[in-house]
């Protein structure tokens, strides 16, 4: 199964409205990640949070990491037509041992609709 | 402008072809990755490179070959023996990752490929 699983997988808000989305994951990690994809494109980073941290802030996102429960969530503040998106977490495993690659797993994403 | 810059875009082929994707950044990133995206799911690793003439399997490596002769540039081969080949296929690049931190990846705007 995924390594990082996203709630809901489907979020319809009004503009200005708040839009908070899950991600759950199974094994310990070393940093949670986020990403944004508009239809058809490519992936933007959004934000990264380490494994000892809890929450961070980047402009109106707003993300926190809970460790004991294994799950963050993205926090979209005053939400505009644009943040219409599918919106991504990603995880890697922890390292037992390796120096070399990466192999972050992403969740099946939300889609977001923020409607004008 | 730094990037990653995938094509073509759109490409189709018939069943039994072979077709190379073509994946060039000027960020001066070490580490190369291909991803395979299909309808309303996530990211799936294909192969990821940490360096220059070495490269790795990721989750769904069958069917599918890459090179790296030179930093800049990580093609992708999409063999006759990739069974289901249509998707749509996302190149990244981040610094060299190293054991227990991971970078944020930079993503092309990938190629959609359909094969009949």
């Known amino acids: 199964s995924q390594q990082g699983e996203e709630d809901p997988q489907a979020l319809s808000i009004q503009e200005g409205e708040n839009a908070t989305m899950n991600c759950s994951y199974k094994?310990?990690?070393?940093?949670l990640q986020w990403y944004r994809q508009n239809s058809g494109r490519g992936l933007v980073h959004l934000i990264l949070?380490?494994?000892?941290?809890r929450e961070k802030h980047s402009g109106r996102l707003r993300v926190t990491l809970d460790t004991s429960k294994k799950s963050s969530s993205l926090l979209i503040t005053a939400s505009r037509a644009a943040d219409t998106a599918s919106y991504f977490c990603?995880?890697?495993?922890?390292?037992?041992?390796?120096?070399?690659?990466?192999?972050?797993?992403f969740g099946e994403g939300t889609q977001l609709t923020v409607n004008p | 402008d730094g990037g990653i810059t995938q094509s073509p875009k759109y490409l189709f082929r018939k069943e039994g072809q072979n077709v190379t994707l073509s994946c060039e950044q000027n960020?001066?990133?070490?580490?190369m990755y291909w991803y395979r995206q299909d309808p309303g799911q996530g990211l799936r690793l294909i192969y990821y490179?940490?360096?220059?003439?070495?490269?790795q399997k990721g989750d769904i490596a069958e069917g599918y070959s890459v090179s790296r002769e030179k930093k800049e540039s990580f093609p992708l081969t999409v063999t006759s023996a990739q069974k289901n080949p249509t998707a749509f296929y996302l190149c990244?690049?981040?610094?060299?990752?190293?054991?227990?931190?991971?970078?944020?990846?930079?993503f092309g705007n990938g190629t959609r490929l359909t094969v009949t």
């Open positions: 990244a690049s981040s610094i060299r990752q190293e054991s227990s931190y991971n970078s944020p990846l930079h």
């Open positions: 094994t310990s990690i070393n940093n």
């Open positions: 990603a995880t890697d495993a922890m390292s037992r041992g390796e120096t070399s690659g990466s192999r972050l797993t």
């Open positions: 960020l001066n990133h070490d580490a």
């Open positions: 949070i380490r494994s000892n941290e």
């Open positions: 490179s940490q360096i220059v003439n070495d490269f």
